[in-house]
């Protein structure tokens, strides 16, 4: 019995004296996303980190896994449910089998500017959507902007009837495949990491990127023609899981938000200076040749694509479709 008594005792002197141990451990914030670090995410990422160890010096740890390290976008989500990750910043077409609602993003000619898509995304409207994902235990912190999306291919496109018959790699949206359809095109959903190669082989035609990605990813050394077209969004929502985010401290949370919304405005800046310094390059290149459209055939693309609305309009909302639209007025 005594020594029953003894071995109890000595067990809760052992959990006594690790005890602060375990209380000053530093909650750790994995963040993986998969781009480089000299991307506008990267970049926002690494300051997100630098802003957080610098405010909450030995309470939170921020760790970045850059380029895949950690997690691919397709399994990133669900990697975050299990408490494996704790935040990341997929495209917005990633969220497609959490939420119907924000394939909004991908509706072609939607927004007319990347001043638009900020000012719906600040909106009630656009604020809303951050919540969409609560049902699915994630929470959506903020947005990251990339840029206004362009055409490029092996062929001059300047009316939607230069694209029929071409094969186009596009991400894994059924907006996107109905918007190349709509022109009598063939989109191929294929990873983003597999890009450079299929237009180098010719095994697809064209693609569309922001002039950032175009560059970035050297797809303008394999594709002799880009159209400015500005006719989507590219953008990506920084997320966590519910479980991690209400599980935080009181006194740490609003620290971590207002590092984090600190950190995306300075990606959101890298990114609008990328987008004008890359076209340029890319023009001056000399292997692509820049398309800029008239009016007209600007006008023409729309009318084309402008249906993919309707087609979606059951699953995002027509209010919510009219309210980003208004965001261009």
């Not at 690790?18 to 990267?42: D, L, M, Q, R």
């Not at 160890?53 to 691919?72: I, T």
């Not at 898509?117 to 699915?136: E, H, I, T």
């Not at 590219?234 to 519910?242: A, G, N, Q």
């Amino acid at each position: 019995m005594l020594l029953k008594k003894i071995t109890v005792l000595s067990a809760l002197l052992c959990l006594f004296l690790a005890a602060p141990a375990f209380a000053n451990k530093p909650i750790v914030i994995k963040f993986s996303h998969v781009v480089a670090e000299n991307t506008p995410k990267g970049q926002m990422a690494n300051k997100f980190k630098a802003l957080v160890e610098e405010r909450l010096a030995g309470k939170v740890e921020v760790k970045v896994y850059p380029s895949s390290q950690l997690f691919g976008d397709k399994k990133v989500l669900q990697a975050m449910l299990l408490g494996d990750v704790q935040m990341a910043a997929p495209s917005l077409s990633k969220f497609k089998t959490y939420t119907k609602t924000l394939q909004l993003f991908d509706l072609p000619f939607l927004f007319k500017d990347m001043e638009a898509v900020d000012r719906f995304q600040q909106s009630p409207a656009g604020q809303d959507l951050l919540k969409s994902l609560s049902k699915k235990g994630l929470i959506g912190l903020g947005y990251l902007h990339n840029g206004m999306k362009q055409l490029s291919a092996s062929k001059v496109l300047k009316v939607p009837a230069d694209a029929k018959g071409l094969k186009f790699r596009i991400m894994g949206s059924d907006v996107l495949a109905a918007q190349f359809q709509a022109v009598g095109a063939a989109p191929l959903k294929k990873p983003f990491s597999e890009v450079f190669t299929l237009l180098q082989t010719k095994a697809i035609d064209g693609q569309e990127n922001t002039w950032s990605n175009i560059y970035s990813k050297k797809f303008f050394e394999v594709q002799p023609y880009i159209t400015e077209s500005d006719h989507g969004v590219l953008d990506y929502m920084v997320v966590t899981s519910k479980e991690f985010w209400m599980g935080l401290p009181d006194d740490i949370r609003p620290v971590v938000k207002k590092s984090l919304d600190e950190a995306i405005a300075l990606g959101n800046k890298v990114a609008s200076e990328k987008s004008v310094s890359d076209k340029k390059k890319i023009t001056e290149s000399g292997r692509s040749e820049v398309i800029t459209l008239t009016d007209a055939e600007r006008n023409l693309w729309v009318e084309a694509m402008k249906p993919v609305w309707k087609q979606f309009e059951g699953q995002i909302g027509k209010e919510l479709i009219d309210a980003a639209y208004n965001s261009n007025k």
